[in-house]
């Protein structure tokens, strides 16, 4: 159980503490892009391609700015004279902010109609003629790499085919001679889908630049507005937006999930409009344009292989990947992994040898991939090696859950290097699949199983005991653009004992407003309630990466500590001073020091902090601040086990997930009520690609579900009523063993799910479906195995 | 998401309302609860010039039932119908059907008129008027005439509501025995239009043999579809499983469905059929418990 060190006036680490952003969202009062008014605003509007791959002949603009209120329409040719027409994508690619020539991708950006009501530019947006030569696109990621299929970045003079990079790490030669040598091995192909983050609040910005002070001030949705600044500085700089002349201000933020990382076309265009008109432009985008034109997650098509002995020992594991990146790599990866941690794909088992190799290929889709909750790639290694290990045990006979713990990394092997490179700081894999199975009767659920099958009923049971890699990240390994992913946090604490603290992360949901007082409350005692959090002000937060990737506890998280304890060396020596005896005879306990051995002589923080401003000692800086820029000694590894029970009908094969059990151990927990939040979000965007997200393109490379009624983001109703738990292992490098909760849940919930459906059809010879699973799928599974009554007429 | 821009006008009458309806032509289009047609202007599929708004238009919302009919005016909202106690003793089909249309936002203001009036094969609540024989009355400026459900449909987006037309009442004749009716719709989630569909109405004698069977299958053909084989399977028999069975069989091959993002044909026959079976049963069942 979570013991807390603090009280509830303090609310310290442990407490269910209500959330303090909650009364401005509750009430409506949440301050969101759309919701910034500046006077004399104008609107923008983006013209698309209807195409997936096209030339464009012309672009006749005529119509449009006959319409009053328009005052510009912009292409890529007036872009081009600033040499704005293209940027860089976090990836050292290159993306166009609008096309000069050519398309790749249908809804891509074409033009933008800049109005002074978002009506009239939406008219205006439906009046621009732009006349395209249709060409034939490459949609398939494995024709792609076709010897005639045709080489879509000609932007690039050297490129002679469609392949953007290889990596791989790993043991091959020995990996290779085990598969050779095995006495069992398995082999699935399988499709991690496309699917869009579909944050509630789409993309927008209001860019507002000042002509006179050469000033621009950014309101955008972004989870890392200081790397987007230093972003903008890069591409702007050379027209005299330099770094200090920009300020980002990323306001309440309506769900990011790794789609607002990235910086979209809109976000330039409306820059480069407000730079030439000198008035704000807003630009705010439709649900249609979010789900077609930002930056999907996932799509690695995997060939996942194992190979171990009959009574169930794995030995190695193999993993092939083909990433498809749409027209340019606009992953949002530390810069030195372009596969991101993919290489975590030996998972929480104890692998002597692994080989995993990627390569990436463009085709006219649009750009990706962003890390969808999940640390860069880590949902699609998981759910690899989770299905494969399945794979597995349904080849030699075993129980999916003996085979784990049979091959479970221990207990006492931690820290545990991994055959791809990793050190895994700690983690108890048997407690946590243990506490899972008994929260779900496993055994009597395994009898309950044999029965129904005896009847011809389809029921499955799946495991997911999963290891998350997050907390990017250390500084010799991880930068983004060369800037190293450290974070960072800045105390304040006033004359009257309150404070304020800035961090160089953004929430978008997490409820950092709330956890990062509760840590700050921990360390110095000042009650949490106290302590204002801000952040997503590039002119008043420390520098830092943002959130994404579950990095905002372990990195910022960790910077508040040190900060804190910065603070409190200092307030030890003042409470030395007021109680006129050395440091060495105090004694702390939260919210104050007091004498060994006379606890009545005691001074509060409030107290100290008071006299930091008003009796500080001699020689000492006055005041109580403090700065800490965070920079991990490793990743962090959380973990999971989880196990669900589906039922699938029979006659319609509808699918139900029966009972789901989560359990988490992600260190120690900083609000058990936040994290077991995160838990059932995280959870419901694990059953959405599992049971219902794709994007899916026509050979033509149409959207053919490019609105939500087609792209099926699940309700509260598909959700089961999840039962949640935790065991704890702190991550021993982090000041306060904490590991981050947000993603696990995202990441580990799938495989669990296609596993129990796949578990479901055992009888049936299924070996492997790739998700979303539905009715349908299941359907033509059955069909194609001949196992449905031949009943039905054909037509 | 924005429709190109229109002219808006609420009347106050129904007379009103079909003058100006008359006199504004093509160019114009009726307004109930929105739901179906504000989606199609946002994305820009309908655009209309000018919306005549019904919701201010007295004496078109009403449940009752009158010498053996049930009475159904044509802007009461589905939820009305789903909570409404008097229909409920007949045709707890409509809490069936309600419960799947959309969600409490869309039942709340979609209207059972605009239901059919849209003429979509993918709604509900045209298959439940062809299993329970409705009969629609259509005003015009020359005044009123009906229209039995089996010729209201008459193809994608059209339906006997002619220019210059309001649809205003919707009657269902009210069986008189033994009788049961029960609707269940394959979707993909919440809110989703219909896989397929199944209406079912079945009356029988006191010895259980089935005197009249209605079946309306949604989304499998492209207009709302009676499966008049699997009607005449039923009628005559004991609703025995063999009856059963076949009717079911029947409305899987009389359906015309189409391959879309649900699924193909077979996968949709084959849907079609398991909930027919399921449907019949459940009105069988309906029908001894009352
Ligand atoms: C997200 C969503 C999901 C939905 N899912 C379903 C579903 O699963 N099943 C389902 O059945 N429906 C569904 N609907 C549609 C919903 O039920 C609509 O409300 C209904 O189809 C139309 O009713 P309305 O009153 O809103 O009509 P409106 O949208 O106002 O009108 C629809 C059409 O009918 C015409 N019209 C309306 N009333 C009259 C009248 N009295 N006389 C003449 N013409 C008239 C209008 O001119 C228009 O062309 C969904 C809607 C939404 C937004």
Redesign the interface.
Known sequence: MIQCKTSKEISGMGHSMKRKEDDRFIHGKGNYVDDVKLPGTLYMDIVRSPYAYAKIKNIDSSEALKIPGVLAVITGKDLEQYNLHWMPTLMSDTQMVLPVDTVMYQAQEVAAVIATEKYIARDAREAVRVEYEVMKPVVDPFKALDADAPVLRTDKPDKKDNHIWHWEVGQKEETEKIFQEAEVTVKEQMHIPRIHVASIETCGCVASYDKIDNHLTMYMTTQAPHAIRTVFALVAGHVGLTEEKIRVISPDIGGGFGGKVPVYPGYVIAIAASFLIGKPVKWIEDRSENLQADSFARDYHITAELAGTKDGKILATRMKVLADHGYTDASANPSKFPTGMFSIGTGSYDYPNAFMEADAVYTNKPPGGVAYRCSFRVTEAVHAIERITDRFALEIGKDPAALRFQNFIKKDQFPYHSPTGWEYDSGDYEAGLKLAMKGIDYDNLRIEQAEKRKKGELMGIGLSTFTEIVGAGPSKDFDILGIKMFDSAEIRVHPTGKAIARFGTKSQGQGHETTYAQIIAEELGIPAKDIQIEEGDTDTAPYGLGTYASRSTPTAGAAAVMAARKLRDKAKKIAAYLLEVSEDDLEWEPGKFSVKGAPEKSKTIQEIVFASYTNHPQGMEAGFEATHYYDPPNLTFPSGAYICVVDIDSDTFEIKVRRFVAIDDAGHIINPMIAQGQVHGGLTQGIAPAMYEELIYDDDGNILNGTLMDYLVPTAVESPSWETGHTVTPSPHHPIGAKGIGESPTVGAPPAIANAIVDALKPYGITHLDIPITPYKIFKALKDKGVLDKNIVES | ??P??FDYTAPSSLDEALKLLHDLGDDAKILAGGHSLIPMMKL?FAEPEHLIDLNNVPGLSYLKIEGGTLKIGAMTREVETEESADIAVHFPIFADVAKLIADPQVRNFGTLGGNLAHGDAANDQPAVMLALDAVVEIAGLDGRRTVGIDDFFYGFYSTAVQEGEILTEISIPIPSGRSGNAYHK?E??????A?GGVAVHLEMDEQGICTKAGIGLTNVNPTPLRAVRSEAALVGTSLDDAAIALAA?YA??DC?PSTD???????K???I???T??MINKSKERAFKN
């Not at chain 2, 993909?188 to 239009?193: A, E, F, I, P």
């Not at chain 2, 993002?261 to 996968?267: A, F, K, M, S, T």
């Open positions: 998401m924005i190109s821009s820009r394959v993909r989630k919440v809110g989703d239009y896989t069989q899987s091959e015309n993002l649900r699924g193909d044909i077979d996968y026959r084959h849907i059929r398991a909930v079976k399921r």
